[in-house]
């Protein structure tokens, strides 16, 4: 175990279902990741929060809500995925010393994936 | 803009072989610089990161790389190849100019790596 816990670890939905995945972070750390895994493609950053502030949205499709109700929770509701949405869905987390000259150095702490399937 | 090339897609070693595994990046400014390694049905792993100061970095589980300014490389190494080393290497760079509030870390798509006993 890393410190972040994702759940599901496989999710199967159909293209009108409503489901969402959770992560969760025991590290203390005030940033939160979703990034999207396809395979032999690189990793997509898809949003980010920083004490529990949104502050990274790279032009994701609506049909991908997150919520992240504290710094230790992270949420991705999904709803009327596409076939082509099926990936494995990482969550990550790191400290963020903002304001710090080598706040970019930060390590992520990733879980362990949700993989998702939308038949 | 920033961006990370894996050229290799796999690279197979004989166990006890020395092992690299490329990655070559394209920032403005200067890099932070890392690797990570996932294992099957895992999260990415953090394995070492350049920041500043010497080229070669050390890092977990005996792997090192060597940062190449003039080269826009960060291969990653070990001396010898272990079959338990085997998984999908990520190389991931960030421009120090983005700034402290941009969070946006560009991943290479992966290079397998498989040792062979």
């Known amino acids: 175990e890393t410190g972040v816990t994702q759940t599901p670890r496989h999710l199967v939905m159909g293209m009108t279902n409503k489901k969402s995945l959770k992560c969760e972070q025991h590290?203390?750390?005030?940033?939160m990741y979703w990034y999207k895994q396809s395979a032999k493609k690189p990793l997509e950053l898809m949003f980010v929060?920083?004490?529990?502030?949104?502050?990274e949205n790279n032009s994701v499709p609506s049909r991908f809500s997150p919520e992240c109700p504290n710094s230790s929770h992270l949420f991705l509701h999904l709803h009327t995925l596409q076939p082509e949405d099926s990936a494995l869905y990482l969550c990550?987390?790191?400290?963020?010393?903002?304001?710090?000259?080598?706040?970019?150095?930060?390590?992520?702490?990733f879980g362990a994936g949700s993989r998702l399937t939308v038949l | 803009a920033q961006s990370v090339a894996q050229p290799e897609d796999q690279v197979n070693v004989a166990e006890g072989n020395p092992l690299t595994v490329k990655c070559t990046y394209s920032v403005s400014g200067n890099p932070y610089l890392f690797w990570y390694v996932q294992y099957p049905n895992r999260g990415l792993q953090f394995l070492l990161k350049y920041i500043t100061g010497d080229n070669l970095v050390k890092g977990s589980y005996g792997f090192e790389a060597e940062f190449n300014k003039s080269q826009t490389s960060f291969h990653l190494k070990k001396p010898s190849a272990l079959v338990s080393d085997s998984a999908l290497y990520f190389c991931a760079v960030r421009d120090m100019r983005s700034g402290a509030g941009s969070y946006q870390l560009t991943f290479g798509k992966g290079t397998k790596l498989s040792v062979i006993p």
């Open positions: 590290l203390g750390h005030n940033a």
């Open positions: 929060y920083n004490f529990k502030e949104q502050t």
């Open positions: 990550a987390s790191s400290q963020d010393p903002s304001g710090q000259v080598f706040s970019g150095a930060n390590v992520l702490t």
